[in-house]
């Protein structure tokens, strides 16, 4: 490296050394991953899709309504412009409340920031009536470069939107078996199964794992996505933990740890507890969120 580059980049390490993070920042980056509330700040991921978003409101159904959020450059004639001191982010930022939409859960990624003054209910007129300072984007003068902005904000949004992971579940595993003359106790031994979960599985009771659908795939002649799209429905309170932010990690880590997306990595997951809470003893009022905390404890690398 010559003394000029090594020069340069002596300055830029000087420079990021000085720079300082808001305390507020710092405390929500590091803290524990929640579930989302209205005021939140997040960064949602998806795929190849990054956006913040300002969540306003929680649906009833893993779902929530939010605003994208940008760092003021442009603006549209809905966009409300918040001065620095609104957010944790310590940043002027703009929210393009004409985009307000409807996304699941499972694009959130983590929280950066929060309002630093939240309405009861969270809307446009309330929030600029909440923090003094506010500005609304009426009266900037269009650009294309805005109209632009606003058009990549949108097919993020409707990337986002569109997220899903959770297969409804065909419910066709007993009559996938019969149709290749697969019997229980063939089952048992392909799979080191007891007889009795052997059974389950061939009478499409319980789901195949990823790992039993990829060690069937090559005798049935069947990818082994084939196999796990006709197990039976997920139960809705498995789809809804792992839809938590809080899982995310979890999940990356389990999908990095197969060498696979993060959707297979939520799809082994999910099939992993159900199967798990299958072969429990204790089925009488199961804890859902503890029986994940044990599958992810049981398969994650330590």
Not at 6 to 23: M, N
Not at 86 to 97: D, M, S, Y
Not at 110 to 126: K, M, W
Request: charged fraction near 20%; aromatic fraction near 6%.
């Amino acid at each position: 490296m010559s003394s000029v580059h090594t020069t340069a980049y002596q300055r830029l390490v000087a420079a990021a050394a000085g720079l300082k993070v808001p305390d507020a920042v710092h405390r929500v980056a590091t803290a524990p991953p929640q579930d989302p509330r209205p005021g939140q700040i997040w960064r949602a991921a998806w795929e190849d899709t990054i956006q913040l978003l300002l969540i306003t409101t929680i649906g009833d159904d893993d779902t929530v309504r939010a605003v994208p959020t940008s760092f003021e450059r442009y603006v549209d004639s809905d966009t409300l412009l918040l001065p620095a001191q609104a957010t944790t982010l310590e940043q002027p930022l703009a929210l393009w409340w004409g985009l307000e939409t409807t996304l699941p859960w499972c694009v959130l990624d983590r929280q950066v920031g929060e309002l630093t003054n939240r309405p009861d209910i969270l809307t446009s007129r309330t929030l600029a009536d909440a923090i003094a300072g506010t500005k609304r984007g009426s009266g900037a003068l269009p650009s294309a470069a805005a109209d632009e902005y606003r058009a990549v904000l949108a097919d993020r949004l409707e990337a986002l939107a569109s997220a899903q992971w959770a297969p409804q579940g065909a419910g066709g595993l007993s009559q996938l078996f019969r149709a290749h003359a697969i019997t229980a106790p063939q089952l048992a031994a392909a799979l080191n199964l007891l007889p009795p979960q052997a059974l389950a599985v061939w009478r499409g009771q319980q789901a195949l794992t990823a790992d039993q659908a990829a060690a069937l795939a090559e005798r049935l002649g069947q990818p082994a996505g084939y196999l796990l799209a006709a197990n039976p429905a997920l139960p809705p309170v498995v789809v809804h933990e792992l839809n938590r932010p809080l899982r995310r990690t979890q999940i990356k880590k389990l999908a990095a740890q197969y060498d696979e997306t993060e959707r297979d990595g939520r799809l082994r997951a999910a099939y992993g507890i159900f199967t798990l809470a299958a072969r429990d003893d204790d089925r009488a009022q199961p804890n859902w969120t503890a029986r994940t905390d044990r599958y992810f404890e049981l398969i994650l690398d330590k």
